[in-house]
């Protein structure tokens, strides 16, 4: 594996098994994250982002479950090199429950029921370190309070001891961000992290991942459908669409040469001016197809412009590399 | 937190008054009083109820006096002296009465909160933590025929199983011999005998429910982000589970301890009667149809006053568990 990666993901499928079928909300999606990189991860809602999330921790709710596919984890550390394939782990095995909040922890969209409403901040940051490392012992509360003065909370000493409904939205989420980072992750996964704030606050929460990353070198997967967002804090970017992965590259090949009819339809619907500001995915013809019923071949054909019949509804549109580091899923680049 | 208390405390009193004037208006609604029904009595057994002894008799127990005066008095002595007045069926003073049935109906009821939490905590949770698992049905079947079968049914049945299979007398809380001896170890035993067959009666049909309250609140629960943030921490599935989601679920179940005491004590009335129990239950019911207004209303009166000190309990527990509360 490139040193340079710490998660290789490939042709991950997780499916839900519900009543009424089965849910392929990661159907063959394939992404890498690079270390201290931050990846941007797009696409419209229900898209698979978050299951592709939850994947990588291993936390994903039932009635989910990883079908197939592989999560190369590269650990390396002073001596240590090696690489874990995570969905060869069960959920609750030992070795995955050390992986989740120490290596790889996560953040989400609402920082409010993200926390346990009875117990004081305080008391569950320390308890990321305790899990991990129980014989920390007496040092746990003054590394919480240095955490949390890290991110900026003010007046930690008595932050620490408040309730989650105590603390303001912005307040709330740098608590959680504190909690993730208690143990320095190589890590991070923000669900959405500032979905749920206003403008101010998210530029303050933004500033701040950035910020934190510098410190402590980690790698971000960032997910939003927010392509403003995807512009000020991604290196790299993936965009999914119906649980796979169409189009990878650096931000800036993005913005300026996107190649998957998807990608491009999605650049267009925003007004120009919008680009760097706060514009949402939306306005494509279309709705996007039930995944309970994923559409054979690409599975954008039923929207897509350039839509050839009897290759595009047939065979699934392997990765093509257009560029180094630039991959895209669609018959238009094959051979 | 302390003024929350304080509140509640003073919320008491008023509380308390308006229930005893209720209760007053109540056990007088009805058309005649005691001697009505005492005169009733006399004259269906054959002899003569004079209008002289009639008349004597209201005077003895003031019930020429108008109402508010009965109430005014009545209230004095319970304040003062603790004087529930006077039971005149049973011609003794209503505090004789009714402090030993008073006592073991909270206790029954007591344990039978108890034992139906031992119960429904344990299975609630696993049910909910493996929904849908053969586990889970058969106690969500077990727990609707537990709800279907009548309190007094389950008592006639278990009474039956203890007589023909041991030879045991079940009825009351004590066998012949201890009735009337003096506390011991052997007695103690003895009562502890007898004392679980309404425990288990009363505790069947409740513990069904709180077992479908306790599953779905938790189910609620654990799909809240929280339990998906300690998951993501790196938590034991039953660690997790235990420490977060089971404390929150609790909330209801601390709510309920208010409204779990009078469906209890109505429940022990029947239930009381079939087992020949000395709670409070059966002597109610006597008084209300030969209208022993002290009596009746005294009764009243306490468990009302239970119930407000119930729901008293459970705000400060509810306020101990949940800052959300505690810090309004
Ligand atoms: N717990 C679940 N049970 C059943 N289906 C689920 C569950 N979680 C996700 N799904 C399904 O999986 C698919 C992908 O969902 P996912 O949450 O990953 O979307 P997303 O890209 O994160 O969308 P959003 O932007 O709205 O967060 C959706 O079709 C969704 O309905
Ligand atoms: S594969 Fe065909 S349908 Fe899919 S995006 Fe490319 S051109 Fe469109
Ligand atoms: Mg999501």
Not at chain 1, 23 to 52: D, F, M, P, Q, W
Not at chain 1, 126 to 131: A, D, G, N, S, V
Not at chain 2, 88 to 100: A, E, S
């Amino acid at each position: 594996m490139d040193p340079g990666i710490l998660i290789d993901i490939q042709h991950l499928h997780t499916n839900f098994y519900l009543r009424e079928g089965v849910v392929k909300a990661v159907n063959g999606a394939s992404l890498t994250i690079a270390k201290g990189r931050t990846l941007g991860v797009v696409g419209e809602s229900g898209c698979g982002k978050s299951v592709t999330a939850q994947s990588i921790l291993q936390i994903v709710p039932r009635p989910g479950r990883i079908e197939s596919g592989d999560i190369l984890l590269h650990i390396a550390e002073g001596d240590l090199d090696e690489t874990i394939n995570i969905t060869d782990l069960n959920p609750g095995d030992p070795l995955m429950r050390d992986i989740r909040g120490s290596r790889i922890s996560m953040i989400f969209q609402e920082p409010m029921t993200s926390f346990s409403p009875v117990h004081t901040v305080g008391n569950q940051l320390e308890e990321t370190i305790k899990l991990h490392q129980p014989k920390s012992g007496d040092e746990a509360p003054a590394r919480v309070l240095d955490m949390l003065r890290r991110v900026g909370i003010a007046n930690p000493e008595r932050n620490v001891e408040a309730y989650p409904h105590q603390l303001s939205g912005g307040m709330r989420q740098r608590a959680m961000i504190a909690m993730a980072l208690m143990l320095e992750p190589s890590l991070l996964i923000a669900d959405e992290p500032t979905t749920a704030l206003d403008v101010t606050t998210e530029a303050q929460i933004l500033a701040l991942m950035r910020d934190m990353q510098s410190e402590l070198h980690m790698a971000i997967m960032f997910i939003t459908h927010d392509l403003g967002v995807i512009a000020e804090m991604a290196d790299d970017v993936a965009v999914m669409y119906l649980g796979r992965v169409v189009e990878k590259a650096p931000v800036r090949a993005i913005f300026h040469s996107p190649k998957h009819p998807y990608l491009q339809a999605l650049l267009e619907s925003i007004p120009r001016i919008q680009k760097r500001t706060g514009a949402r995915l939306q306005a494509i013809e279309g709705v996007v197809p039930n995944p309970l019923d994923v559409p054979p071949g690409c599975p954008f054909h039923l929207r897509c412009p350039d839509f050839m019949p009897g290759v595009c509804d047939e065979v699934v549109p392997p990765d093509v590399t257009v560029d180094e580091g630039h991959t895209v899923a669609c018959h238009l680049y094959t051979e | 937190m302390w003024k929350f208390l304080l509140q509640r405390l003073l919320l008491f009193i008023p509380t308390f008054l308006v229930i005893s004037v209720i209760t007053f208006v109540l056990i007088q609604a009805p058309p005649g009083d005691y001697i009505n029904s005492y005169a009733t009595q006399l004259e269906a057994s054959g002899e003569e109820a004079s209008e002289a002894l009639l008349l004597a008799l209201r005077k003895r127990y003031g019930l020429d006096q108008p109402v508010y005066i009965q109430y005014v008095k009545w209230l004095w002595g319970i304040f003062t002296r603790l004087d529930f007045g006077h039971s005149m069926q049973w011609n003794r003073p209503v505090g004789d009465l009714i402090w030993d049935r008073l006592a073991w109906t909270v206790l029954i009821s007591f344990l039978t909160i108890i034992f139906t939490w031992i119960l429904a905590f344990p299975i609630g949770i696993y049910s909910a933590t493996h929904q849908y698992s053969g586990f889970d049905y058969s106690f969500t079947f077990l727990g609707f025929v537990g709800a279907g079968i009548p309190d007094f049914l389950l008592a006639l049945v278990l009474m039956w199983l203890g007589f023909a299979f041991f030879g045991l007398d079940m009825g009351g809380l004590f066998s012949e011999a201890f009735r009337d001896a003096p506390w011991s170890w052997a007695k103690f035993v003895d009562m502890l005998k007898h004392l679980w067959v309404p425990v288990v009666v009363l505790s069947v049909s409740s513990t069904a429910g709180l077992i479908r309250t306790m599953r779905a609140n938790l189910l609620d629960e654990l799909r809240k982000p929280y339990v998906i943030t300690a998951r993501s921490k790196g938590m034991t599935e039953w660690h997790l589970v235990l420490k977060y989601p089971v404390r929150v679920a609790l909330n209801p179940f601390i709510s309920s301890i208010a409204y779990v005491l009078p469906q209890l004590v109505s429940g022990t009335t029947i239930i009381s009667i079939v087992l020949s129990l000395p709670t409070t239950g059966p002597i109610q019911i006597r008084s209300l149809m030969s209208q022993d207004m002290y009596l009746a209303g005294s009764i009243f009166l306490l468990l009302a006053s239970l119930t407000i000190l119930g729901t008293f309990i459970s705000d400060i527990l509810l306020a101990v568990v949940d800052p959300r509360i505690r810090l309004e």
